[in-house]
């Protein structure tokens, strides 16, 4: 034995010559998804004040070509407390004759064919049809937030706005709260927090009557859900932080956090492994990379849990109930999940006794 321990040792080139190591990297990286950078289409004048996209960090990156909207709602959303800590804006023209794009929706194409990096719109304009085209464009794994400058409930509900992904923060007058809004949001991660009873810096109620508050709270048929800014006991907050759809803001975010992290983690073990066994140890292994994600979904309050117990159940076919045919394609189906979302006290009813 120590005769061995002196060759091992006896060549300094080489660690050893009776021991080979082979290490296999399976820490490949990929792209994730983010749920916190906004970013402002600023429709500018003309095609000399167009200005590229660009990051910004400070007011000192505003670029000098932006319009006076856009660069007050970059300086709302860097001025929050919480912020999200950086933005991202360009500047295109937008005409339907001689303009880089001819509308709102083809603007939006050209950026995101270059820059899709970002999670959620903001739109430097208070004009109905650009946020109505806005609404009429934003996809599946955006969030799109608008702050219409109207007098009244009466205008506003003239809105067609028909996106589960849109919500609205009107005012009587300008206050860029959809700027101030996403950014405070989006300096928590997603699900822990609720787009209501927000204080938002620069921000303070909207303006209108009770009765027009009402209206934006409980919708007619065929009406946007709006979340004006109310003042009550001494503070100006968030109302309900719903979608136009009547769906919370919040949940909708944590969807598409759900949406990508699964995605994302069970590609990382497909790229990462040489093979996945069509076993029920592989299908397993499939499991195992969706738990990861609702673990941490549980942590982050996206999904309850009940005296300890997270509100979580996979559900996954074992390899001989599934298809030969789906087998020999190498298709693995019917792997279901469902998971109880957390969500958030928006009200509530205290009763009491009183006794002598």
């Known amino acids: 034995m120590e005769r061995l321990r002196k060759l091992i040792y006896k060549e300094g080139e080489k660690m050893s010559r009776f021991i080979t190591i082979n290490i296999t990297d399976k820490t490949t990286p990929i792209s994730q998804a983010g749920f916190g950078l906004g970013f402002i289409l600023d429709p500018v004048a003309d095609a000399g004040s167009e200005y590229d996209y660009v990051e910004i960090r400070s007011i000192d990156d505003i670029p000098a070509n932006a319009t006076q909207l856009a660069q007050d709602m970059a300086n709302a959303y860097l001025s929050q407390q919480p912020n999200a800590g950086?933005?991202?804006?360009?500047?295109?023209?937008?005409?339907?004759?001689?303009?880089?794009?001819?509308?709102?929706?083809?603007?939006?194409?050209?950026?995101?064919?270059?820059?899709?990096?970002?999670?959620?719109?903001?739109?430097?304009s208070r004009e109905q049809a650009d946020i109505e085209a806005a609404d009429g464009w934003i996809p599946a794994n955006k969030l799109f937030i608008t702050s219409p400058v109207e007098a009244d409930w009466t205008t506003l509900s003239a809105y067609s706005l028909l996106s589960d992904k849109t919500g609205v923060f009107p005012s009587t007058t300008e206050q860029y709260i959809d700027a101030a809004i996403m950014?405070?949001?989006?300096?928590?991660?997603?699900?822990?927090?609720?787009?209501?009873?927000?204080?938002?810096?620069?921000?303070?109620?909207?303006?209108?009557?009770?009765?027009d508050v009402s209206s934006m709270l409980s919708p007619g048929e065929g009406e946007p859900n709006m979340n004006p800014v109310i003042h009550e006991m001494g503070a100006d907050y968030t109302a309900e932080g719903k979608t136009v759809t009547g769906e919370y803001l919040d949940i909708q975010r944590a969807i598409d956090w759900m949406?990508?992290?699964?995605?994302?983690?069970?590609?990382?073990?497909?790229?990462?492994?040489?093979?996945?066994?069509?076993?029920?140890?592989?299908?397993?292994?499939?499991?195992?990379?969706?738990?990861?994600i609702f673990r941490v979904g549980?942590?982050?309050?996206?999904?309850?849990?009940?005296?300890?117990?997270?509100?979580?159940?996979?559900?996954?076919?074992?390899r001989q109930d599934i298809p030969q045919n789906a087998r020999a394609n190498r298709n693995l189906p019917d792997v279901n999940f469902d998971f109880t979302a957390a969500g958030a006290i928006h009200s509530l009813t205290v009763s009491g006794v009183v006794q002598v």
């Not at 699900?191 to 810096?201: D, E, F, N, P, V």
């Open 86 to 124: 950086v933005l991202t804006m360009q500047g295109i023209y937008i005409n339907e004759t001689d303009g880089t794009a001819t509308d709102i929706e083809e603007a939006l194409n050209q950026v995101i064919e270059v820059n899709d990096d970002w999670y959620g719109l903001l739109l430097a």
């Open 183 to 211: 950014s405070r949001m989006f300096a928590t991660d997603p699900g822990s927090a609720t787009w209501k009873w927000k204080q938002l810096s620069g921000v303070e109620n909207s303006g209108y009557t009770n009765a």
């Open 259 to 292: 949406d990508a992290r699964l995605t994302e983690n069970i590609f990382q073990l497909l790229i990462n492994e040489d093979k996945i066994s069509y076993t029920n140890a592989g299908i397993s292994q499939i499991t195992s990379a969706m738990k990861e």
């Open 298 to 318: 549980v942590n982050r309050g996206v999904i309850a849990e009940e005296d300890g117990e997270p509100l979580w159940n996979i559900d996954a076919p074992r």
